[in-house]
């Protein structure tokens, strides 16, 4: 029988899940890769993956998606890696670049100005190409990932958009979730949630793991995990995540 295959984030919110995946020895019976969450979604969509921790704005686009996870990468605030960045005030914004990396965090952006902020922007796309750091005075850039903790400070404003996704809907705001694009062996999903189990609650030991490994590391990784990120497909993510995936068919 082929393994399964297995797209994962490459950022330092997935260490816990890549952590419990190798200390369970789970590691060896799939076939792990580490991809851009844009990738994890495309081999999705493809069949080139079997399960991706996909962003969630993709979801509608995986044919009878299943999400098999007790566990996703979620915000209940700041979450610090999903930033709108600009060098002026946010009334003064008229463009806004779009990381290319995350469908989530460039549709999160989206429903935020129709919805809650009753703003018009140009939206413009990026690519492996663009330069976050050279943008105009009356520009802003949708930034996601470890890359927020080395630019922000370069850019005189800063908004977090979990943030602000709580505020407008008082729920958590759910990044990316565990997906599978064919109906798995109950057996094998309960083994792969005990694995993901090991790294959540044991933060640690992923910091000691993979502390130096990033531009998040340290204190200010072992922070970001425990306060930043929340790991839990619970029932408010899950009401954050249906509220999202309809605002995002409005628009």
């Not at 965090?105 to 140009?122: D, G, H, P, Y």
């Not at 979730?177 to 999903?189: G, P």
Request: charged share 25%; aromatic share 12%.
């Amino acid at each position: 029988m082929d393994k399964i295959r297995i797209s994962a984030v490459k950022y330092a919110n997935t260490y816990p899940f890549i952590y419990g995946l190798m200390e369970s020895g789970f590691e060896k019976k799939v076939i792990l890769e580490t991809d851009h969450p844009a990738d994890c979604a495309a081999k999705l969509i493809g069949m080139r993956a079997d399960i991706g921790l996909i962003p969630v704005a993709a979801l509608p686009q995986v044919k009878d998606y299943n999400i098999i996870s007790d566990y996703c990468i979620g915000a209940n605030g700041n979450v610090k890696t999903v930033m709108l960045l600009s060098n002026c005030p946010f009334n003064d914004i008229r463009n806004i670049y779009l990381d290319y990396r995350s469908q989530s965090s460039i549709n999160l952006t989206k429903v935020l100005a129709k919805n809650s902020w009753k703003r018009e922007f140009r939206w413009i796309s990026t690519s492996k190409t663009f330069d976050f750091l050279n943008i105009g005075l009356n520009e802003a850039v949708v930034l996601i990932g470890d890359q927020c903790f080395e630019y922000e400070n370069s850019f005189s404003h800063k908004i977090d958009l979990a943030n602000e996704w709580n505020k407008f809907s008082g729920l958590p705001f759910v990044f990316a979730c565990w997906t599978a694009n064919r109906e798995l062996d109950s057996k094998f999903i309960k083994e792969f949630n005990e694995a993901l189990s090991l790294g959540v609650n044991n933060i640690d030991g992923v910091v000691d793991r993979f502390g130096n490994t990033g531009i998040i590391n340290g204190e200010n990784l072992k922070r970001y995990l425990l306060e930043n990120i929340d790991f839990n497909f619970n029932e408010d993510k899950k009401a954050g995540l249906k509220l999202f995936l309809k605002l995002m068919g409005e628009i």
